[in-house]
């Protein structure tokens, strides 16, 4: 299992669009937040609070979120998309084996860039924005939160790709789940369109970030929801692997 996830290392940390696509991740999260606080510092209101600005120096998760799905997607449909997915298999027949590696190193790593890039959000716009207290227990939990749930996005991005096989096909359906469906799902109407909405993969995710409830989910049973989510993408994706020909 070691050859296996150092080949695996060696695989994210030497293509290009890995290295650009978590590049992308701590640019959105730290230029974004210091765009917007920068923005709300000028408020009549005056500075925002100790929770309001941590919270608004987050705001860039909704597009880090999607880069690390990407990057998810194209860790694994890229080897299907040229081909090394055979050669892959030749060194390792057994398919759970080098798809658990993959899983590993592709965790490992989000887990540690999404630590920076939210610890580096919450940074500046608590630099820019100054507000007149703020609690450093209430800093690490929104990093804990926004990490977990960056990561969590990866990770489906991964089973997403392993279930699809197909990059743009992949892309699609993450972009889908987690971006306009959840959207969508909101304007359903009556208790079973609130129940679908609450339930439904990053409305119940973004709860960790958040730190709030949502009439049913609080922040850690929301990321649980969504933690289903993404281990359903996973198990359906290696059932599949390891019934279709590569």
């Known amino acids: ?73 194209l860790v694994i449909s890229s080897e299907y998309r040229t081909g090394g997915i055979r050669t892959s298999l030749m060194a390792v027949p057994k398919r759970m084996s080098l798809l658990t590696g993959k899983f590993v190193i592709f965790t490992v790593t989000s887990l540690i860039v999404s630590a920076v890039a939210s610890a580096a959000a919450i940074g500046i716009g608590l630099a820019i924005s100054q507000p007149p207290s703020v609690e450093m227990g209430d800093v690490a939990r929104a990093v804990l939160g ?41 304007q359903l109407p009556g208790q079973w369109g609130k129940t679908v909405a609450e339930y439904f993969t990053t409305n119940a995710g973004l709860l960790v970030v958040t730190n709030q409830d949502n009439g049913t989910l609080g922040p850690w049973s929301g990321f649980g929801v969504y933690a289903v989510w993404v281990v359903v993408a996973v198990i359906a994706g290696a059932v599949l692997m390891q019934r279709r020909d590569a």
Not at 170 to 185: F, K, Q
């Open 1 to 73: 299992m070691i050859d296996i996830l150092r080949s695996e290392w060696t695989k994210i940390r030497s293509v290009r669009s890995t290295v650009w696509t978590l590049a992308v991740t701590v640019v959105l999260m730290a230029g974004l937040a210091a765009l917007v606080t920068a923005a709300s510092k000028n408020n009549p209101g005056g500075p925002p609070s100790g929770d309001e600005a941590i919270m608004i120096s987050l705001l860039g998760i909704m597009f880090a979120q999607l880069s690390m799905a990407t990057l998810g997607v």
């Open 146 to 186: 926004a990490t977990l749930y960056l990561t969590a996005c990866g990770v489906f991005g991964l089973g997403l790709g392993t279930l699809i096989r197909h990059t743009p096909g992949a892309l699609v359906s993450a972009i889908a789940l987690m971006l306009v469906l959840p959207t969508v799902a909101n």
